[in-house]
């Protein structure tokens, strides 16, 4: 979630904002229909990435427990160990955690949605999970 000055910064230095890179690179293995090794992976990131930066970053995310890797060759393959929707969940829970007054940041949070988002959150938590595709719901409802 980058903001304004992140882009900025990014432009004036020619490095990427902290955090852009491992998002990108998780970015690709959620597109992906199996596990990447770090070369397809760097052949679908943007840029002119050396090899060795897109290994470290991936090795990096392994080590945070976000991928999962198993032997291909003389290298890994790797792949996350949620899918987009939970990481980001798990994301936005952490921020909430980390926040002082719980009920301003929720608050805050509902006041800026859009008018459809606050309307899927309004049946989310009314119960009607209809609104999400059988795989996209938590273990144990329906």
């Not at 910064?9 to 596990?35: F, I």
Request: glycine share 10%.
């Amino acid at each position: 979630m980058a903001g304004q000055g992140d882009e900025e910064a990014h432009e004036a230095s020619g490095r990427r904002a902290r955090g852009e890179l491992e998002n990108d690179v998780l970015a690709a293995l959620w597109a992906a229909d199996g596990p990447l090794t770090a070369r397809d992976v760097r052949g679908r990131l943007l840029g002119d990435l050396a090899y060795t930066t897109v290994l470290t970053i991936m090795s990096r995310l392994h080590d945070k427990g976000m991928l999962t890797r198993h032997r291909e060759g003389r290298g890994y393959a790797y792949e996350p160990v949620r899918d987009e929707a939970s990481h980001t969940a798990q994301r936005m829970h952490s921020l909430l955690e980390g926040g002082s007054d719980r009920q301003a940041v929720l608050a805050r949070f509902v006041s800026e949605l859009s008018e459809q988002d606050e309307q899927l959150l309004h049946q989310l938590l009314t119960g009607h999970d209809d609104v999400l595709p059988d795989d996209r719901r938590s273990p144990g409802t329906r």
